[in-house]
């Protein structure tokens, strides 16, 4: 059964890059391209992991959203990888305390991509 994945990112070169390194593994992969979207699409597909942009014009941030997430008893268990290009110390906290499962520095490698992912779903060795 494939993993359902959400990407939830404004940029759509950053979104085509993200689609495009997992569509060779076997997810399932979803978009929406701010936090409120993001937020919905997360209730109604109940996904396995969200890739979430930290930086996202509407009403919501990254972490916002990520907040409601984990505080939400059915979706808290949804693995949440926030990705952004901000990598200082009080944003790596603010992702803590929204309670991020991992954080992505933009630019990231494909690579390093993957093994998040796949570590977020329990697919890694």
Same mark, same amino acid.
């Given at each position: 059964?494939?993993?359902?994945?959400?990407?939830?990112?404004?940029?759509?070169?950053?979104?085509?890059? &993200?689609?495009?390194?997992? !569509?060779?593994?076997?997810? !399932?992969?979803?978009?929406?391209?701010?936090?409120?979207?993001?937020?919905?699409?997360?209730?109604?597909?109940?996904? +396995? &992991?969200?890739?979430? +942009?930290?930086?996202?014009?509407?009403?919501? +941030?990254?972490?916002?959203?990520?907040?409601?997430?984990?505080?939400?008893?059915?979706?808290? *268990?949804?693995? &949440?990888?926030?990705?952004?290009?901000?990598?200082?110390?009080? +944003?790596?906290?603010?992702?803590?305390?929204?309670?991020?499962? *991992?954080?992505?520095?933009?630019?990231?490698?494909?690579?390093?991509?993957?093994?998040?992912?796949?570590?977020?779903?329990?697919?890694?060795?």
């Amino acid at each position: 059964m494939a993993h359902r994945i959400l990407i939830v990112e404004d940029q759509p070169d950053i979104c085509k890059l &993200v689609r495009m390194t997992l !569509e060779f593994g076997d997810f !399932e992969i979803h978009e929406a391209h701010d936090g409120e979207s993001g937020l919905n699409m997360a209730r109604a597909i109940k996904p +396995d &992991v969200i890739l979430l +942009d930290v930086m996202m014009p509407g009403l919501l +941030d990254g972490y916002q959203v990520c907040d409601r997430i984990k505080k939400d008893p059915e979706l808290r *268990a949804i693995k &949440v990888a926030m990705l952004t290009a901000r990598r200082q110390a009080t +944003d790596l906290a603010a992702g803590e305390a929204a309670g991020a499962d *991992a954080y992505l520095v933009k630019p990231f490698s494909p690579l390093e991509l993957i093994d998040r992912v796949e570590s977020l779903v329990g697919l890694a060795p």
